[in-house]
C-alpha cells in the first residue's frame, strides 16, 4: 500500500525557511518520520515537493491508487483552486498539515480553500503535525 506525502511551494527549503516560523526539520526528515510512522503497516511513502500547483495536480491525477495523502500546500491553501479540483477527485481520506499556526499569523492565511475537502487538519505543531497525520489516516483507514 502505497501513502502520498505532498508538499506545495517553499517547503523544499524546511530547516532553511525562516526557522523561526516553521522550525529546523527539513523534508527529508519529516518524509522519514512519517516513514517510519507507517512503516509497521506496511505501507511505502510516496513523497513529492512541489513550487508548482501544476506538477502536484499531476501526481494526484496519477495516484489514485493509495491509501491516503498527506499534503501541505503552503500558500496554495489561499487560492490553490486547480488543486482543490484535483483533491476533490482524489479518493481516498487526506489530511491538510501546516507546520504553523496559521490562524495565530496573518489574516490571509486564515482560510484555506482547501480544508472543507480535506478529512482533517493538523496546525501549529510542527513537524510533529506529519506524524499526527500519518496516525490518523491509519486509523481511518481498514487494516
Ligand atoms: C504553511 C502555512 C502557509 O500559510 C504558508 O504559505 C506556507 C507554510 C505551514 O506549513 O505552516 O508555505 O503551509
Known amino acids: 500500500d502505497e501513502l502520498l506525502l505532498l508538499n506545495g511551494p517553499n517547503l523544499g527549503i524546511l530547516g532553511r525557511r525562516e526557522p523561526g ?6 523534508l527529508d526528515d519529516i518524509e522519514k518520520a512519517v516513514t517510519a510512522e507507517v512503516a509497521a503497516r506496511g505501507w ?5 515537493q512541489s513550487d508548482a500547483e501544476s506538477e ?3 501526481v494526484l491525477q496519477d495516484k489514485y491508487d493509495t491509501v491516503g495523502a498527506i499534503l501541505n500546500p503552503g500558500a496554495l ?6 488543486l482543490r479540483d484535483a483533491l476533490a477527485n482524489y ?6 498539515v501546516h ?3 496559521v490562524w495565530a499569523r496573518e489574516q490571509f492565511r486564515h482560510e484555506s480553500v482547501l480544508a472543507p475537502l480535506a478529512t482533517g487538519m493538523v496546525a501549529g505543531l510542527g513537524a510533529l503535525g506529519y506524524r ?12
Open 21 to 26: 516560523i516553521y522550525g529546523s526539520a527539513t
Open 44 to 48: 511505502r511513502v510516496t513523497a513529492f
Open 56 to 58: 502536484l495536480i499531476g
Open 77 to 82: 491553501m489561499i487560492a490553490g483552486w486547480s
Open 91 to 96: 479518493p481516498r481520506p487526506w489530511i491538510e
Open 99 to 101: 507546520l504553523s499556526n
Open 132 to 143: 499526527l497525520a500519518a496516525r490518523a489516516l491509519l486509523e481511518v483507514s481498514p487494516a
